[in-house]
């Protein structure tokens, strides 16, 4: 879920969201946290699905939109909006792809008016597949669920210049499905990519302040550049 809020003025503590990005290793010898120190600064080798998701904390954090773009899938990648986004907001589609993707990672990651962006969740491992799962998927795809997804945009309040508005994510989830491209090795091992990412609320949040998801950032910052979308 997500909202707007004025970082005072919704009684909500940024400081209580630890500005890190939570990973498990992807290998014995590889630290295990991403964090603002600087930890682990370079992007993995996208031979593994843990490593694209690894990666796609890197780029989000790093606000590296090149490096963003190289994690999904150009001809066939999805992102599904939660079910709620959908029926509340009738202007929403029921999923945008590489283009909105890219569209909003531009808009919120190289833009000006945003002045911090924090991110954090923790990581499952990959698995196989099963009832549920896209029906299009093979058995080379994985999935990989991220829980306790937080994510913070601070932007330019042009109304109180002192006082910016703060995008939160508060312990949503997702469903992320990766497939190798047998067509693109790296050091002899296929590539993978992000084929579908699924959004989902969960919990709730004060009366005050209206509830969000991932979904209705990346509306906000140009996803699917749907004419006449407005989230908020």
Not at 140 to 167: A, C, F, G
């Amino acid at each position: 879920m997500t909202q707007p809020i004025a970082a005072v003025a919704a009684g909500v503590s940024l400081a209580a969201v630890a500005a890190s990005l939570l990973l498990f290793a992807c290998s014995d010898d590889r630290p295990t946290r991403i964090d603002d120190s600087g930890n682990l600064p370079d992007f993995a080798l996208p031979d593994s699905p843990e490593n694209v998701v690894e990666n796609l904390s890197t780029a989000i954090r790093l606000r590296n939109v090149v490096e963003y773009a190289k994690l999904f899938d150009e001809d066939d990648y999805l992102f599904v909006f939660d079910s709620i986004d959908v029926v509340t907001n009738p202007n929403y589609p029921e999923s945008c792809g590489y283009v909105g993707e890219i569209g909003w990672a531009e808009g919120c990651l190289d833009s000006p008016d945003v002045e911090e962006i924090r991110f954090e969740f923790d990581r499952g491992t990959a698995e196989l597949l099963g009832p549920g799962d896209p029906e299009r998927a093979d058995e080379s795809w994985r999935k990989i669920e991220m829980t306790e997804v937080h994510l913070e945009v601070e932007t330019r309040n042009p109304q109180e210049p002192m006082d910016p508005l703060v995008y939160l994510v508060q312990g949503d989830r997702a469903t992320l499905y990766l497939a190798p491209d047998p067509e693109e090795l790296i050091e002899g091992h296929p590539v993978w990519r992000i084929m579908e990412w699924h959004d989902f609320r969960v919990g709730s949040r004060p009366d005050a302040v209206r509830e969000r998801s991932f979904g209705d950032i990346k509306v906000l910052f140009d996803c699917c550049s749907a004419v006449g979308v407005d989230p908020f």
